[in-house]
T-cell receptor, first 115, second 114 residues
Framework: QQQVKQSPQSLIVQKGGISIINCAYENTAFDYFPWYQQFPGKGPALLIAIRPDVSEKKEGRFTISFNKSAKQFSLHIMDSQPGDSATYFCAAGTNSGGSNYKLTFGKGTLLTVNP | NAGVTQTPKFQVLKTGQSMTLQCAQDMNHNSMYWYRQDPGMGLRLIYYSASEGTTDKGEVPNGYNVSRLNKREFSLRLESAAPSQTSVYFC?????????????FGEGSRLTVL
């Protein structure tokens, strides 16, 4: 079964606009929720992450909003730039404080920011 | 500091051939992972190694074997390649200590099975 559901599959935004990508999960054992950014031909790289004890985390133009009761979290990119054009993956991890750690990914969102 | 290095970057195989994807990390990380990435499917975990000497199955282990050769190296082997194994394979590692859940990824190995 798909443990982390991500939407939309693709997103087109104008420069300066807000990009919003949503994810939902079922497994309440998840204790770490990162977002990864991937450019063509490269491996994914951590963008921003949140733990379930906070509802929001902001780093520059990137914000994660987390709703524990709804089991949903989202990525907001403010003032989107053409350089933000990439594929974004949400993910959820179990046992992040221990050695037997696993990360489950959503299917990805291809973001295109038009100039 | 190279991070996570994967070889080869590209490979074409015929159905039934075997090959090994190599991965090495120079960050003294304990845990290592192999994922495959397919269009519209995201990244799916094949196998992982929580520490040197241990390996465990992930979500899609069938058709693959792994070896944690030492703390630095984690290889993925396809014994009899099938077209369904055409994919981009990513190796990743995670450090010890703290509560970080960050995985560091290599740049991928692109495999085509004809």
């Amino acid at each position: 079964q798909q443990q982390v559901k991500q939407s939309p599959q693709s997103l087109i935004v104008q420069k300066g606009g807000i990009s919003i990508i949503n994810c939902a999960y079922e497994n309440t054992a998840f204790d770490y929720f990162p977002w990864y950014q991937q450019f063509p031909g490269k491996g994914p790289a951590l963008l921003i992450a949140i733990r379930p004890d906070v509802s929001e985390k902001k780093e520059g133009r990137f914000t994660i909003s987390f709703n524990k009761s709804a089991k949903q979290f989202s990525l907001h990119i403010m003032d989107s730039q053409p350089g933000d054009s990439a594929t974004y993956f949400c993910a959820a991890g179990t046992n992040s404080g221990g050695s037997n750690y696993k990360l489950t990914f959503g299917k990805g969102t291809l973001l295109t920011v038009n100039p | 500091n190279a991070g996570v290095t994967q070889t080869p970057k590209f490979q074409v195989l015929k159905t039934g051939q075997s090959m090994t994807l190599q991965c090495a990390q120079d960050m003294n990380h304990n845990s290592m992972y192999w994922y495959r990435q397919d269009p519209g499917m995201g990244l799916r975990l094949i196998y992982y190694s929580a520490s040197e000497g241990t390996t465990d199955k992930g979500e899609v282990p069938n058709g693959y074997n792994v070896s944690r050769l030492n703390k630095r190296e984690f290889s993925l082997r396809l014994e009899s390649a099938a077209p369904s194994q055409t994919s981009v394979y990513f190796c990743a590692s995670r450090g010890a200590g703290g509560r970080t859940g960050e995985l560091f990824f290599g740049e991928g190995s692109r495999l085509t099975v004809l």
